[in-house]
């Protein structure tokens, strides 16, 4: 017998365990809740005008209205798109277990369900604590980065507007590199003399 479980809180799973275990059975739980590294993560993955969305999103405790999103991004086609397919893409990367479900989901107006335009843009109560936690890390990350002269690029791109200067480094013991890679060719010469 095999058993699978996913989204079952830690109560649950822990009795269906020892439930499992009397007879013999193969068990596997999988945890598919976002926790704050996940949500970091997906937050890192997404280009700037999906990010932009999630922390509005973040900001109103999970639930904004599709207007205010149009007034603050214009057309939300762009980041609910990349919103839709970061969860997939954190699969396949192995972020997080298959069976994740979106942090952000879309809100239709139940009085009219012919024309699906969304009213809104919600975060479930119990993950909005966790995106909180992973928003304000992001930012304080992003924060120290610009304060050494890194800025952002985009999604997993960094420009680098900081140059050190050698001669700081100089008998400090660091081995400094060349921006291709490998030590300083001056630091090569060095060691080639040395006995």
Do not use: C
Not at 16 to 24: D, E, G, S
């Amino acid at each position: 017998m095999k058993i699978t479980v996913e989204g079952a809180d830690k109560e649950f799973a822990e009795k269906l365990v020892a439930l499992a275990a009397q007879h013999r059975a193969e068990l596997t739980v999988i945890d598919t809740a976002w926790t704050a590294e996940r949500a970091e993560r997906y937050l890192r993955s997404l280009p700037a005008g999906a990010r932009t969305f999630a922390r509005l999103v973040i900001r109103n405790h999970g639930y904004i209205g599709a207007g205010a999103l149009r007034e603050q991004l214009g057309r939300l086609q762009g980041p609910t798109v990349a919103l839709a397919r970061a969860v997939p893409r954190g699969v396949r990367e192995g972020w997080w277990p298959e069976g994740t479900a979106a942090p952000i989901t879309v809100v239709y107006d139940e009085a009219n369900p012919s024309w699906q335009k969304a009213v809104a843009y919600r975060m479930a109560a119990e993950d909005v604590p966790v995106f909180e936690a992973a928003l304000a890390a992001l930012e304080r990350s992003q924060q120290a980065a610009r304060a050494l002269g890194i800025t952002p690029g985009g999604t997993d791109k960094t420009t680098l507007t900081w140059t050190p200067d050698p001669g700081r480094a100089e008998g400090s013991g660091a081995n400094l590199i060349d921006l291709d890679g490998g030590s300083r060719p001056a630091a090569d010469a060095d060691a080639e003399e040395r006995p």
